[in-house]
Structures are given as C-alpha cells and as structure tokens.
C-alpha cells in the first residue's frame, strides 16, 4: 500500500497540470466577461476572414445611433444625472479605458445671461485644459443663441463638463461612451486585405501581355485602390474621435422678465420736499399755486434695474432736476419702488407726458443686459382755475407784456413770409428807375414825356 503512494504522484502529476490548467482558464474568462463591456453592434463584426474579391463599403458601418443618457434612458456604469427644478447635475463619466477604443461625446445645454461673454468663458475653459474650439454658430436678435463645438482630450472630458456647466444653469445633457474596438479592428483588417489584394492585382498587371487582360486588370486596380483608401479615411476619421472627445455646448439666454410701472400723482404745496409723496385726489389747483408732482417707480419685474432716465417735456424737467423721496435709483431689485419728486407753480391746464426708461442688470455683478432696455410713458392731467377777483397793476402789465409778445411774434412771421420775396421789389424797383432815366434822355421814345409831366 505504502508502495502505490509513493509512486502515485508520479502517475497523477500530468492529470493535475490539465485541471490546473483548465481552472486557471475558468477563472481567467469569467474575468475578461466582468471587466469587457458587452459587445456593441460594431464590434459583433470583429476580426471578419480576409477577403480577397470585391470589398463591400456600404455596410453602414457610421450608420449606428451613438448611445445617449436621457431622463428614461437607463443610465451605464459611473452615469447619474438628477433633474432638479431649473437644470440638472452633470454626469460623472469614467474616461478611464484599459486598451479599448472609446468614442466619447455629449450634447450640454446651458442657459446664461450673456451669451457672448459666456461663448468667451467656455472657449478659454477649454482651451485650459488643452482643448480647442473646433466650429460655432451664432444667432442674435430678441433670443440670441451660440451652439459651440469643442474637442478635448478624453482624460479632460469630465473636467470640461463640469467647468462648463459651471458658467450658467444647465438646461439638457445628453452623454455618449461608444466602444468603437470591434469598428477599428475590423477596418484594419479590412484595409490589411485590400493592401495584399492590391499588391496582387499589380503584380499581375506587371505580367499580362494581352491588351483587354491589362485592361480588365487596371479597372479592377483602380477599384480596389479607391476602396482602399475609402478604409483609410473611414479609420482615420474614427481614430480622430477616439483621440478627441466631441462637446457640443449649446447656450441660450436666460429667461429674463424686465418690467416696471410709472404712476404721476400731485398734492398742494412746496413746504416737505416731496415727503408727502404719493398725492391724493383730485389734481385741481388754482391758477398760481404751488404745487408737487410725485413720480413712482415700480419694478414690477423679475430683474433688477439701474440707470434710469426721465424725461417730461410739458413740465420740462429729466432726471437731474428731480429729487429722491424713497428707494435707490443706482439699483432697483424686483418688487421695489422709487419714488421721485419736483416742485412747479401751475398757470393753466398741463397734459403731463413722463417718459422713463432704465436698464436691466445682472444681481451678481451689476453688469447690464445688453438689448433689453425697459421704456414707460405715463400720461395724467393737471387742471386749474381761475382765481377770480379783479385784476390788478401786476395783472394788466403781465397781459400788456404777453400782448407785446404776440405782436413781435406776428412780426416776425410776416417778415419771415415776405423775405423770401423781396428780390422782386428790388428787381421791379431797378426797371422802374431804369425806364426814367432813358425817358429823360429821350433814348426811349415809348417813355412818356417827364419833361411835359
């Protein structure tokens, strides 16, 4: 019994090194199935049997959709995305690859107040982490709109991602990692089959003799050899987005609401500086009285605003000559109210026009928004009467003075209408002494006799 152990291991030694060998496989496959993403419909053709005869081109080989992460679409491996109520948060793509050749994309939507800056911002984000801008587009108008396309590095994707939903508030985002292995491989098999069959079909064009043979073989070459390079092109062009990951980032304008509402209202006396501001009842004065006219501002908007002008020309008054009762016209936030007044003496029944304008500005830098300028005009009345009484010395000599002004200014209307004329009269009066002076030298016997008169 003894003797059988001892040779045993000998006998079973060859047995042991088969099981080891086959665990080993075992254990080795289940790895490569864990770690090797599934097949995509590119790769299912890798490594075809090379094919010498005619190549077929139009197999489609761009035609796949690229995978994209939408809100129902089930997400991979290392991708979330969380929609909250105005953006949502960029994946977290793995870049990492081991060998594979990986096809990287994604399509951002990022909504911002200054589209041109923030074309600028994104450009120098990029460009930082060794990327560059690769095509634009750009609309302007009432809803302007840049659509950018970036190419950066695949290790910087996710970095650039993230920098760049960082300028605004991202709206959509849609994520692509397509494995494109199988796709390269099969082009370069399929390239490595027309270079043989090239060479080939040129060393037989190099032995015929027969002029339809060389014929037949130079069409044939000259097929092969376009299809040879079509493979190039087709790999190089699959290589470059390997190399290079594809952002597209789209930026809009954010919704922004601007607006604010202009009210005029008045009260009798000059005595507070506008502190009784807004006025209340009936804007009806006697000819003479002091009287204040209030100016509300409302930014009934959801911007801030700044830089108002004002402008009146029946009172004939702008936004210097008035003065602050309440509220900061440097910078006016939603849901605030300005309020501005002057003092006038009312003589005769006024038809108020306020025209006010002011622009919208960024809450966190004060930085206007170009092309969104805010206009009101207000219209309101101011009626007054006579104060009754007879009139007085001050009375007669301001009406004497008023008269004296009309007939200058009817004067100076007649003498307007005449000027252009008065060429004749200087014309008609040169004849005239014309004709005199030849009817005393009789030289004109038609004149009338002057002598005789």
């Known amino acids: 019994m003894n003797k059988n152990l001892r040779q045993s291991p000998w006998k079973i030694a060859p047995a042991l090194f088969v099981v080891l060998i086959l665990i080993a496989g075992a254990c080795n496959g289940d790895d490569d199935a864990a770690a090797t993403p599934a097949p995509t419909a590119a790769s299912a053709t890798a490594e075809p049997a090379p094919r010498d005869e005619f190549f077929d081109t139009s197999e489609g080989l761009f035609d796949a959709p690229a995978a994209t992460v939408t809100p129902d679409a089930p997400l991979g491996p290392g991708e979330a995305n ?42 120098t984000i990029v460009e930082a982490l060794g990327g560059f801008l690769f095509g634009q587009q750009t609309t302007g108008g009432g809803q302007p709109r840049s659509v950018l396309t970036f190419k950066a590095l695949p290790d910087n994707f996710q970095a650039a991602l993230d920098a760049l939903g960082s300028i605004g508030e991202i709206r959509t985002q849609n994520i692509s990692a397509d494995d494109v292995t199988g796709l390269v491989v ?6 490595r089959t027309a270079e043989v069959s090239v060479d080939r079909l040129r060393d037989f064009l190099s032995n015929a003799n027969d002029i339809s043979a060389v014929a037949e073989l130079e069409r044939e070459l ?41 009210a005029v209202s008045t009260y009798l006396g000059h005595e507070d500086a506008g502190e009784s501001c807004p006025g209340d009842g009936e804007p009806r004065f006697v000819q ?15 911007t801030s605003l700044a830089q108002f002008t004002l402008r009146d020309s029946v009172l004939d008054v702008d936004f210097d000559d008035l003065t602050v009762v309440f509220g900061d016209p440097a910078l006016l936030e939603p ?27 960024k809450e966190e830098t004060g930085e206007v928004i170009s092309g969104r300028t805010v206009s009101r005009t207000e219209t309101s009345f101011i009626f007054t009467e006579d104060p009754g009484g007879l009139p007085g010395f001050s009375d007669g000599l301001s009406a004497s003075w008023d008269v004296m002004q009309n007939i200058g200014g009817l004067g100076i209307l007649a003498a307007g209408a005449i000027l252009p004329f008065l060429w004749l009269v200087v014309v008609a009066g040169a004849f005239l002494w014309w004709r005199r002076r ?14 005789t008169q």
């Open 335 to 361: 849901g605030q109210t300005l309020v501005l007044a002057v003092e006038i003496v009312v003589d005769r029944d006024l038809r108020i026009q306020t025209r006010v304008t002011a622009e919208p500005v």
């Open 82 to 123: 969380t929609f909250g109520t105005g953006g949502i948060v960029l994946a977290s793509l793995q870049t990492i690859t081991t060998g594979r050749d990986i096809i990287f994309r994604a399509d951002l939507t990022v909504a911002v107040t200054d589209v041109a800056s923030a074309g600028g911002e994104a450009t």
């Open 186 to 191: 099969d082009l370069q098999s399929r390239i």
């Open 438 to 451: 030849r009817a005393i030298d009789g030289s004109d016997p038609q004149a009338p006799d002057v002598m």
């Open 222 to 262: 000259l097929n092969r050899e376009t299809t040879l390079e079509t493979l190039r092109g087709q790999l190089r062009t699959v290589q470059d987005q390997v190399a290079q990951a594809t952002i597209i980032l789209t930026l809009t304008e954010d919704d922004i609401r601007p607006d604010m509402r202009v």
């Open 288 to 302: 003479g009285d002091k009287v204040t006219v209030c100016f509300e501002i409302f930014n009934t908007g959801d």
